[in-house]
């Protein structure tokens, strides 16, 4: 009876799962506030992709951690950086895989900020260069879509241009369009080694009370030629996620992010919450919100559940 009268479900083909890939070979190093990840080497991110697949898990978002950071953020961009030799692998092991890749700057630059750094401020300008390289890039590799990241104002239409003048017209960008300056990114900038240097990201990332601005990036991002568009985080912003859904007609994504997955996590830790029930519920609420693509980290674990 409650299967007959629910409203909302949850399909694996839903979510994405993000992975990072680090150089080397054989490598697992696991991501201590991440239960259950871990940084791969090329070949381990094969393996994982395939299990992602079998699970039929709507696909993945690849995020780089490389060899070498520089202020250029060099190897964001570089056709044999660590990203780009990652997507070559998994499409040609698993050509039927949605690859997506994050296009941001801050794992590859030595200061971590997500843009050019002239003085003490971050060049909006100089850094669509380096995202519209890094998307194209990605494109060259192999990538089915870029997602970017860093929140330069414009960004998109920079990386629309650049992929069409390189003939990837079919390339969509899935934008984190409401993308807040969030506590909830902790654990992951251990993961990718991606934490700033110095001051925060709160010039380019948003103000997490302002929902109607929230609203005003999402609908310069969908003029400037966004496919999709995404709130991020999740569970904080559920509001904005439903406000997206009645305003626009293109699919609303939503990014439950390492934080809000390590507090489930260690919660259940502690014995305070059920894992699989928290998780569960979380991944409903988002959908229930009005998201129709979920990036989690939950994504393997709710696959098995629901399968
Ligand atoms: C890169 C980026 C971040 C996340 C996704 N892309 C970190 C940040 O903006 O600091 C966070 C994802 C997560 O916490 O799971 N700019």
């Given at each position: 009876m409650r299967r007959l009268v629910r409203e909302t479900h949850l399909e694996p083909s839903q979510f994405v799962l993000?992975?990072?890939?680090?150089?080397?070979e054989g490598i697992r190093k696991p991501i201590s506030s991440m239960p259950g990840h871990a940084q791969l080497s090329v070949d381990q991110l094969v393996r994982e992709c395939e299990e992602v697949h079998s699970l039929g898990v709507g696909g993945v978002i690849l995020f780089g951690i490389p060899d070498t950071k520089d202020e250029e953020a060099s190897e964001a961009y570089a056709d044999d950086g660590i990203t780009?030799?990652?997507?070559?692998?998994?499409?040609?092991?698993?050509?039927?895989?949605?690859?997506?890749?994050?296009?941001?700057?801050?794992?590859?630059?030595?200061?971590?900020?997500?843009?050019?750094?002239?003085?003490?401020?971050?060049?909006?300008d100089a850094t669509l260069e380096w995202l519209a390289k890094s998307a194209v890039s990605h494109a060259r590799a192999g990538a089915d879509m870029v997602a970017p990241s860093d929140m330069m104002?414009?960004?998109?239409?920079?990386?629309?241009?650049?992929?069409?003048?390189?003939?990837?017209?079919?390339?969509?960008?899935?934008?984190?369009?409401?993308?807040?300056?969030?506590?909830?990114?902790?654990?992951?900038?251990?993961?990718?080694e991606s934490t700033p240097q110095f001051g925060d990201r709160?010039?380019?990332?948003?103000?997490?009370?302002?929902?109607?601005?929230?609203?005003?990036?999402m609908e310069l991002d969908l003029e400037e030629?966004?496919?999709?568009?995404?709130?991020?985080?999740?569970m904080p912003y559920l509001d904005l996620i439903r406000m997206a859904r009645d305003r626009f007609d293109v699919p609303i994504g939503a990014y439950q992010v390492s934080g809000e997955f390590s507090m489930?996590?260690?919660?259940?830790?502690?014995?305070?919450?059920?894992?699989?029930?928290?998780?569960?519920?979380?991944?409903?609420?988002?959908?229930?919100?009005?998201?129709?693509?979920?990036?989690?980290?939950?994504?393997?674990?709710?696959?098995?559940?629901?399968?």
């Open positions: 993000p992975l990072f890939v680090c150089p080397g780009q030799r990652a997507i070559r692998a998994v499409k040609s092991a698993l050509p039927e895989l949605l690859v997506m890749t994050d296009v941001c700057n801050c794992e590859y630059t030595s200061h971590g900020h997500c843009g050019k750094v002239v003085g003490n401020q971050i060049d909006n104002d414009g960004r998109v239409a920079a990386i629309r241009t650049a992929l069409d003048f390189a003939g990837f017209e079919n390339t969509p960008i899935f934008a984190y369009a409401a993308k807040f300056a969030s506590v909830f990114y902790g654990p992951f900038r251990e993961a990718a709160r010039s380019y990332q948003m103000d997490p009370a302002n929902g109607r601005e929230a609203m005003h990036e030629g966004a496919d999709l568009l995404m709130v991020k985080p999740a489930i996590h260690a919660a259940a830790q502690n014995g305070w919450i059920e894992l699989e029930r928290a998780m569960l519920e979380s991944l409903t609420s988002i959908r229930r919100a009005g998201a129709s693509v979920i990036l989690t980290y939950f994504a393997k674990d709710a696959a098995r559940v629901l399968a």
